[in-house]
Every structure is written in C-alpha cells, then in structure tokens.
C-alpha cells in the first residue's frame, strides 16, 4: 500500500507540475504577443478603413430565437457599426415569440423571393426579408426553420453576399471599430488568414445606452466577477499564447470572422454537436493542413465584444456543462489529430494540450479527490505533502489571477476605478475555495452527460443588458437555439 | 527476510523522493506566494505610476498648448527677422523647463504632433522649423539608424508628419525593411516627402505590398491634389505582383480609364488575384467588352476564378453579358447555375419567374420535430 501511495503522489505531483508548467509558459508567451501586438498597433488608424473603397465586405451574421424583447434595439446597434463593405443578416432560427413580427414592424422589411446557394445543407428557409427603406439597405432577415445555432449560421453564411462572415450573437455589444479591427489581419497578413478571434468581455453590471457601452465596472454579483477573471485569463493569456504559436483552436461563438470560402470548403457549422465554435476551427485547421495549404489563425485582443454573462450558478453551470461536451465532442470528432505529426503543431501541442488539460484535468482531480479520501479512511494519506499541494495549487492559481490582472492592467484598463482592481484581487483570493469546486462539479457533469449521449443546449434565461426584466430562452432547445449568455467559451 | 528487499526500497528510494517531492512543492508554494505579492504590488504601483505620469502629462500639455498656440498665432503675419525671434523666444522657453527631461520631452513633441495635424501653410511651416530647433529631427534620424522595428517606424511617422525633406534619403533606404510596419510608414514617408515622383518607390519595392498597406498607400494618396497623382501605366507592367494589383486599384479609383487597354491585358496574368482585379475593373467601368473576353476565357478558367466572371458578367447589364449568364444557367453545373442566377437577380432580371427549380425548397407545412 506504501508503494501505492507513493505512486500517487508522485503521479498526482507530477500532473500538477505538467499543468502548472504550461500554464507559465503560456502566461511568458502571451506577455510576448502582448508587447508585440501593442509595439504593432501603435500607429494604426481604423479610420482609413471605415470608408475605403478597398475595405473587403464583410457579412455579420446573427441567429436570433425568442429574441423579441430586444431585437429592435441589437439590430440597430448592428447596422451602426464603423465599416462602410457590411451587411447584417439576422436568422430567425423558428422563434415562438414576436421576434420576427418585431423585425418587419420596425425596420419596413417585405418578403423577397431570391435565389439562395445552398451550399450548406440547413433546415428548410422560410423567406429573405429585405427592406424597403434604403436606411437599412445593409439589413436581411432570413426566416428558418429551428435548428439550433449552428444550422441558422449554416443559412447565414449561404445567403451572405460577402467574402468574409462574422459570426455574432445578435444580442452582443460590438465596439464601434471591431469590423475594421478584425479585418486587419485579413488584409496584412502573408499567409492565406482563415479565421480572426475576438475578445470577448462581460458587460454584467456596465452602463449601456443604445446598444453602446458607455462605461465599464467590475460586476456586483459573485459569479459574473469570477467570469471576468476567467476571461482576463483566457482571453488576454491563453489564446494570446496559442495565437502567437499558430495554434488557437477556439475563437468564441460571440465573436469570429472568417474566409467564407474555406468555412464552406471545409463544410461549415456541425449542427450535431453543442461547441460547434469550436468544432469549426479545428475542421477549418484540418481542411488546410490535409491539403497542405498555407493558412493562419489571428487573434485580436482588444476587447471587441461585450456579452453578458450568466447571473446564477445553475445557468453558469448549465453553460459549463455544455462547454465540457463540446470539448469532448470536438476533440472525439477529429481524433486522428491526436498526436499526428501530419497536423503540426494542432496536432502535436493544441490537440493534446485540451486533451489532457482541458478534458482530463478535471477527472484527474476528482479522482485524485477519492483516492486521497480512501487512503485517509484508511490511515495511509501523506498529510504534509497533501497540505502542501493545497497550499501549493492554491498559491498558483492566485498567482495566474493576479498575472492576468496585470496584463489588463498594463494593456487594456478597461476597469479604471480603483475599488474595481481591488474587486478583482479579492476575486483572485475566493475563486478557487468558492467557485473551483463548482466548476469541477459541472465538468464532471459534462462528462457524464456527454456519456449518456445528451446534446441539448438546455434552458437559459438572461435579465438583458439594460437591466429588462428576467426573460427566459425557451428550452431545451435542439442543439441550442442561439442565446447570448452562452457563447463567450473561454480555454 | 522475504521483505527485506522491499524495506531496503522503502528506506533508499521511496523515502528521499517523497521527501524530495515535499521539499520541491513547498518551495514552489513559497515562490508561488512570493509572486502573488510582487504582481499584486507590481500592478498597484503601475497603476500609481501611470495616474502620476498622467497627471504631469496634462500639466504639460496645457502650458506647452498654450506656449504653441500663442507662437504659432504670432508666427502667422509676422515677417522673417519676427518669426526668427517669435521661434529663439519659444524654443528657449521649451528647452529650459521641459528639454532635461525624456517623459516631458515626449509629451512636448506629442503636443507638437497633433497640433500639426490641424495646421496648414505658414503655420505648419512654423511649427516644423520649431521641431526642429528643439532637435527632434536629430533625435528622430538617430532613432532611425539605431532603434528597434517600432522605434523606427514612430521615428518615420514623426519626420513624415513634421515634413522634414532632407530625413528622405535615410528614410528610404528602409523602404525594404523586414518589419512590414517599416516598410508602410516609409512608404507613405517617401509618397509625402517626395513631391516631385510621389509614387517612385513603387518601382524599387520588392516586398509585397498587401491589401492593408495598399488601404493606407491610396489614403494618403486620395489626400494628393488631383494633378499630382500619376498615370500608374509603369506599375501595371512590375514584375511584383502585389504593385500591379495596386496599380489597376488606382486605375480604377483615380478614373484613369485611357489605361483601359493595358488593364485588361492582365486577364491573362498568371497570378489569380491580378486577374480577380482585372474583372473587378471590368464590373466597375461597365466595360462592355469585358463580356467578350469573358465568354472566350470562362470555359478554361479556375472555379475560383469562374464564379469572380459570373459575377462580374452579372454587374456588366449588357445584352450580351445576360445573355451569356443565361448560357450558364442552362447548363447541369449547380453552383456555376446559381451563382448565374444570382449576378442576375442582382440586376434586377425575374430569375425566378423564368427558372423556378432555383427556388429554395420550401419548408414543410409543420416545422419536423427536432432531430435531438
């Protein structure tokens, strides 16, 4: 039993030491990106962009269900963005309420009968609507079937007139500059560029008027605070770093642009799975390295989008739970990457890396949970070297917390008041006794239920970003009808 | 005696190591601690830091602003000797509370960069001979030679902007610099500062010049008075690609259609993307023999470049061009028929009046239950 103990120590230290490893390395790698990227857009003017006859056109695409409440008021925030080359299409992916009724009434839309490619398969469509007041020329409402998120996107990208398509949820805040921004690397780059990420940021507890933030706080309640963390982390360390190495396997449903072509070629959205964001880069990836073509993926990190984010522990769990099976669905998809030289650094160092930290990592903590449980029922468990790998993983996820404060801090400074930094350093401290525990519980969930073969996006309910009343998203909802509060999937 | 190997093991190996492994992971723990409190109080104090450097900022700002704003009001009637001294009075000012230091030297010049953007003709003039009486110049030119990529590219942005002729030579010669935030901010530096051949630098470029950096070049260039930009007839025949796609570009948004001929003859380039260019000239100018070279090229083409025809047919609205686009739709491609049916649709035709198969299928009287 000694020996086995021994074993488990050493194996459970040298996990956690594998973990905390990569987790410096990235943090190290994103601060490069970091400097590079600020060194880089020291000078650049989107001005240029927003009326250039050389601008590329961009589609933005946004399914709405049940969205009634607010579509007026996201669309027109949608159709004054800075670019002059975009239109705006919103699916209407089969909604129960007034959200289509709402879109006619307020911006003057007629039933167009068009030709559509149909390029990728979708559930039937119901008509293109246009309208008749030139104001909103850049508007089309496609009407569909439901079918879930990644099927109203699918119609989306077929009826889009442009060469590249961002795909949004309807109901996110964009900064005014975030087309011009996201289309830079499309235009700059040497290799072919497939896919741009965004930033995206939660918007719990900011002031919005009009669809514009007009300005930013740290949010009051617990939860969206932790998930400010989260995102500092993931967003401004980790697909900072994979950015950097090439190897960004996820750019968030709330905010990505893409080459349509190669979306198309590569066989857009997979409906049958509820990560279909991330689904789609790595086939995306996979398409061009099984063809040996050149390509990249950038990543943007200012902060472009603004979502809101789930309130009460029961939707954040519901989201995570279904980020977990999405992982696990994505990764399972395109297995033959897992450590195939063929797929470069995808899969060589991304692949593995969400396979065993991303995937793993929580069921090797649980698990590690349960044998330290047995051998202490037992009177085998090595107290001080249990006390100090707690002692040890706390100090360092505290650590990685307050690194990505920096990193905002010295770049972005989106939180200007100081009881905001203060907010989020104490943040740092609670997070891991607090909401850790939760989070393990919800991706052992995903696990289980991902087992059981469970493939609903299920009921998510938002209070809206202008403080509406609680307005539920009627669920569950096949594959996901596109909710707002879910989408933003930090690594 | 059977478990005397097994206590040996235990003694030997299993105890150092675990205490090996205690000693590692308590050092990390302490390190780890350590960095909690250096970042936090790293963070804090750039936070302090930066609230400090911002406050002396804006005290700089406003007595430089009002120091600039009175000289550059001055300087607009007087006459030379005036100016000479209006300029020594100033730059005396400058130099003796705000030159000793490299923060309040920065923000000076920023001052002096912004105001520049406001001010044309004698004012302007009188703020470059400013600039460089407090030897911003100097510093800039020795930054050019000496500093890092950015470094560089801010010290061309600075001499570009304060109009300085003679910094041209030293600029130019990172007109092929491997940073591509170099090479655009010389390139604009050479199209300012260049008066005479605005565009010379197009001949000796043998980087590629991409679509950001073509964005940047045609705003500068749209900000040229009309008789000053060139005939782009010269970069139409470069052997780098990325200048002759800039040049049909230009071509078409300067209105240079006496270079119509010559445009036209890239539809056999061999690149693809100087050909796309090619059709997008043909779309824009309506020009109707565009159709013409389409119908004898479309059946050899890429896919790629097949569907930019189509679509390029569909913009011409010439009878011969629906005509052709109606060819198209009568064949058993699908995706070639439909991209046909939608250049025409674009111009207005009934597509489907007359092809109803195109129609999207319609959806079931009553939505199918869910597949999940």
Known sequence: MHYFVWLFDHAIFAFSLTVMASYAFLAIYAAMEMIYYKRKTKYIDYGILVASPLAPGVSLIAPAYNEGLNIVDNIKSLLSLFYNNYEVIIVNDGSKDDTLAKMIEAYDLVLSPEVVNLKLQTKPLRGIYRSRNAAFRRLVVVDKVNGGKADALNIGINVSSKNLVACIDVDCILEQYAICKMVKPFMESTKPVIAVGGVIRVANSCEIENGRLISTQVPSQFFPRIQVLEYFRAFLMGRMAWARMDGLLLISGALGLFDKHIMIAAGGYNHKTVGEDMEVVVRMRGYMLERKLPYTVKYIPDPLCWTEAPVDAKILGRQRNRWTRGTIETLLLHRKMFFNPKYGIIGMVSYPYWFFFEWMAPIVEVLGMFAFLIFAIFGYANWPFALVMIGLIYAYAVMLSFCSILYEEVSFRQYPAWSDLFRLMATAFFEPILYHPRQLIWSIRGNIDWSRGKNTWGEMVRTGLSAQPKVPVAGPLPNGGPSTATAAKPS | ?372
């Open chain 2, 1 to 372: 005696m059977h478990q005397l190997p097994s206590l040996v093991l235990a003694e030997l190996i299993l105890m150092p190591t675990q205490q090996l492994v205690l000693t590692i992971a308590t050092w990390l723990m302490i390190i780890s601690w350590i960095l909690v409190v250096g970042i936090g109080v790293f963070t804090v104090g750039a936070r302090v830091y930066a609230h400090r450097q911002q406050r002396k900022k804006i005290a700089i700002e406003a007595v430089v602003t009002d120091w600039l704003m009175e000289y550059v009001m001055m300087a607009e009637d007087a006459t030379e000797s005036e100016l000479s001294a209006l300029l020594e009075e100033t730059s005396t000012k400058i130099k003796h509370q705000y030159m000793g230091n490299s923060f309040a030297r920065r923000v000076v010049k920023a001052v002096m960069l912004d105001m520049n953007r406001h001010v044309r003709g004698s004012v302007a003039n009188a703020l470059h001979r400013l600039y460089t009486s407090l030897l911003y110049d100097v510093l800039a030119l020795e930054t050019l030679n000496y500093g890092e990529w950015h470094e560089q590219a801010e010290a061309v942005n600075e001499l570009t902007l304060m109009q300085v002729p003679y910094s041209l030579p030293y600029i130019e010669q990172h007109r092929n610099h491997r940073n591509k935030l170099v090479r655009l901010q010389t390139q604009i530096a050479e199209m300012k500062l260049n008066e005479n051949h605005p565009l010379g630098f197009l001949s000796e470029v043998k980087t590629p010049i991409h679509a950001w950096h073509q964005a940047n070049l045609y705003a500068e260039l749209s900000k040229l008075p009309k008789e000053k930009i060139p005939s782009f007839r010269p970069w139409l025949q470069s052997p780098n690609y990325t200048v002759v796609i800039f040049a049909i570009k230009m071509v078409r948004l300067f209105n240079q259609l006496d270079l119509q001929p010559y445009v036209l003859m890239k539809s056999l380039h061999p690149h693809l993307e100087v050909r796309r260019e090619v059709w997008q000239f043909v779309s824009y100018f309506h020009i109707a023999v565009g159709a013409e070279l389409i119908e004898h090229l479309l059946p050899d083409a890429e896919p790629e470049m097949q569907l930019v025809m189509i679509e390029c047919l569909g913009n011409l609205q010439t009878m011969e061009s629906e005509q052709l686009l109606e060819q198209v739709i009568e064949t058993d491609q699908y995706g070639l028929r439909v991209e046909a049916a939608l250049a025409l649709q674009r111009s207005g035709y009934d597509v489907l009046g007359r092809w109803p198969e195109l129609a999207p299928p319609p959806p079931p009287l009553i939505s199918p239950p869910s597949a999940h």
